[in-house]
Every structure is written in C-alpha cells, then in structure tokens.
C-alpha cells in the first residue's frame, strides 16, 4: 500500500518509520527544506513521560490570569477576535477540573511511557546512534515550600501511573545531580524521576530520515500542501505547490497547521498554538571533567519558572514560556533575558552564553492536553495531531498507533480518549 504522510517533524518521521517496518511504499511531504525543521527543531530536549499532562489543571485558569499580569511572566495570553482561540479557551477552562485533569493525565501517561519504549525500540532496531540520548531520569525542582508541597501532592499521584519516584531535601541534590551544588538557587526540595530521559529530536529526525531514505522511503521537500481532495467519500488525492499527489492512504502530522487542512473536509480539529521559546547554549571545553562536575548531565525542570534544561552532547538546551497569540514565530529578547537568567542561576559556570541560539516555535495543543490519533469519517485519512507541549516525549508511541490503525492491526495501548470521537460527544 502507498501512504502519504504530510509533514516531516518528529511525529511525521517516526509514522512514516513503523509504516515503512510494515512494509509499506512511504512518501513524506514537507514545506521545508528538510525534516525536523519547525515544533521538533528547538524544543527542551526532554523525553519526560513521568511529567507528561495536560495544560488544563485544577487552578490553572486563576493562575494564568495573575501571571499574565506580570512582566517577567513565563505565561502570556490574548483573547484578540479569532473565533478559533476563543473557542479553544472555552474547551480548555472547561478541562480545568479536578475529574478532568485525573482522566486526561492517565491519558497522557498512557501514550508517553509506551512512546518512550518505541524509541528506545527505533534507536535499537535502526540503530540510532547520534542524538545526545541520555537515560538518566529528570529532576524537577521547587523554589519556595508551596511548590514543594505541590510537588509532594504530584508524587503521590505518581504512584496510580506506576511511575517511580523520590523526594529530596535541598542536601541530596548533588548526589543525584553533582552541578546542583554550584547552583546560586535555594531549593526547597526536588522530585527525582529515574525512568525519564532526554535527547535532541532535531537529530533523531534527521538520523533517523536518511536511515529511511536510504531504504527507499522517499522525501518530497519544499513542498507546500493546499488541498485535500476528496471523491466518493474518501481522499482521492493531495494538491501541492507542485501538483497532485494521489496515495492509497494518508496521515496528517501537520502539527499546529493540521486544523486548516482538514477544516474544508468537516473535520474540526480543536488545536491551537502554544509559542515557546528555547536557548541552546555550548558547553565550555575543560568546564565537566572530573568528579566536580559543573553542567549538569540529567535533565532539570525549575517548576518556578516552567523552564526545562537538558543536557545535550556538549549543549544545554532550555525552554519554556507559554503564549497563547497566535502563529506568529517573532523572537522577543525580553524572553531570551528571562531564560538566560534562569540558566545562570542554576548553572552559574561552565556555559558559553556568548554563543547562545534563540529560537521559537509552536506547540500544536488541544484543550484537554491527549492527542488526537487514527480514523476520521474517510476510511483512508488518518490523524496525528495536538501533541502539544508532550510532542517529543508522545512521538515514536503515537506514530506506531496511527501506523497499526492504517495497516489494519489493533494498537498495543488502549485508545480510548486519544482519538478525534471525543469532542463529538
């Protein structure tokens, strides 16, 4: 069977891997130059399924409001007249329950733990070699007591997902972590994830692309896609800036973009952006040898200001922010000033932020925080969409989902909740 799968990020990649593995005839389309080039290029670099969770949580919607408030606030927000973002935050403030936050959660949990084992199953099978993977766990880190009983409120709930955990005082950092005892930060505590890991995502599409092109799967770049066209109730081809593209079957991985295509079909896609920002910052040569280590190796999120860092090879990439404004990928230096000051209060030497990369990009969301996989109403038009801020740490398990629906097999996981069925109830 010939697959079209548009869109070449980290979740178009690792559908069009378990496609071609079931022994498929693949194209991939993309309007960039090459793969990984947007959402997947920049992010934090964590593989985090013990943190994985929906935006939409209890007293969220009070939060935003007051952070939004502030000038140096990780989170920012406006309502503007698009019908589409107001329909959104609507759905997402509905999600803002206790109920809700519990079922979406597990939701999220489910899709990310068996996510991690496909790509652990993908870096061995290929084999993948070259993407900065580091299985060392996570630590998440809290400023004030507040956080920290937060924090221990999320321990708990850890143990109905089967994820393990410990709680650290402010004096067993640096056994987990050696570079946390130069940090210039008071820590009230910790929560230490072991099962987590981090990894650079632009790398493993790239690897894993050429591993691909290199067994026949073939790759149409600088490829705008305009139009689905349909005919006797199925998808009859795909228009591009190029021509027509006519496929047995075809998967949507257009992230944030994905509502615009599949609109004109009936299909309503609840999905909008979230605009982050991220820095990327090279490790000063000499600067982590030996024992005192001073960058850190696991990868650390500061709960204070959502802001994640991941070892990468000789980088440290950090990333956060939260603005909902649109599809625009403008670079604010006042956000760069705030990460950048985050960064050196945890990691004060060994860093060359004379050679920092700023970068932005958009986390395609939906309002309950799950993706939206499989089926629509045209029996050959498959979705993977609305990975959200989870984009990275979901990839590799929702593409071998959406490969299985389009093969005809059963996935391994349950879906229920991850398909485009409920918000039509």
Not at 255 to 280: C, D, N
Not at 284 to 305: F, L, S, W, Y
Not at 318 to 343: C, F, K, P, W
Request: charged share 20%; glycine share 10%.
């Amino acid at each position: 069977m010939k697959v079209l799968v548009l869109g070449a990020g980290v979740v178009g990649i690792a559908t069009a891997y378990f496609l071609w593995r079931d022994g498929h005839d693949v194209v991939v389309v993309d309007r960039q130059a090459g793969p990984g080039r947007e959402t997947s290029y920049g992010n934090a670099g964590g593989l985090c399924p013990s943190f994985a969770g929906p935006w939409a949580a209890p007293g969220m919607v009070a939060k935003v409001l007051k952070m939004s408030m502030q000038p140096d606030s990780p989170i920012r927000f406006s309502l503007g007249l698009d019908p589409r973002k107001i329909q959104w935050i609507i759905r997402w403030m509905q999600q803002c329950t206790p109920d809700h936050f519990r079922v979406n959660k597990l939701r999220m949990q489910r899709v990310a733990h068996y996510s991690l084992r496909c790509l652990k199953g993908i870096a061995a099978e290929a084999p993948l070699t070259d993407f900065d993977f580091h299985d060392g766990g996570t630590l998440q880190i809290f400023r004030t007591d507040a956080e920290l009983e937060i924090g221990r409120l999320s321990a708990k709930a850890l143990d109905e997902f089967g994820v393990p955990w410990k709680l650290l005082g402010p004096q067993e950092l640096a056994a987990v972590e050696p570079a946390m005892a130069h940090s210039t930060v008071a820590v009230a505590g910790a929560l230490h994830m072991p099962a987590d890991a981090s990894g650079d995502s632009y790398k493993f599409v790239n690897e894993l692309a050429a591993f691909l092109a290199a067994r026949g799967v073939t790759f149409q770049y600088d490829t705008q896609v305009q139009l689905i066209r349909t005919a006797g109730g199925q998808v009859e081809s795909v228009l591009t800036d190029r021509g027509a593209m006519q496929a047995d079957s075809y998967v949507v991985a257009l992230g944030s973009h994905a509502p615009f295509l599949v609109s004109p079909l009936g299909i309503r896609l609840p999905v909008y952006p979230l605009k982050g920002y991220s820095i990327t910052v090279p490790v000063i040569e000499g600067q982590d040898d030996g024992a005192a280590t001073a960058v850190p190796r696991v990868a650390i999120m500061d709960e204070h200001n959502k802001i994640m860092m991941s070892r990468l090879g000789n980088r440290i990439r950090a990333a956060g922010m939260a603005e909902l404004t649109g599809y625009g990928l403008e670079l604010d230096a006042n956000r760069q000033a705030l990460i950048e000051r985050v960064v050196k209060e945890l990691i004060p030497t060994g860093l060359d932020f004379g050679k920092v990369e700023f970068w932005a990009g958009l986390r395609p969301m939906t309002p309950d925080g799950p993706p939206i996989l499989g089926r629509t109403q045209y029996p050959n038009l498959f979705l993977n969409s609305g990975h959200g801020s989870n984009g990275w740490t979901q990839s590799c398990g929702t593409g071998k989902i959406v490969a299985d629906i389009v093969h005809g097999r059963t996935p391994e996981i349950d879906l229920d909740g991850l398909t485009a069925e409920r918000f039509r109830a």
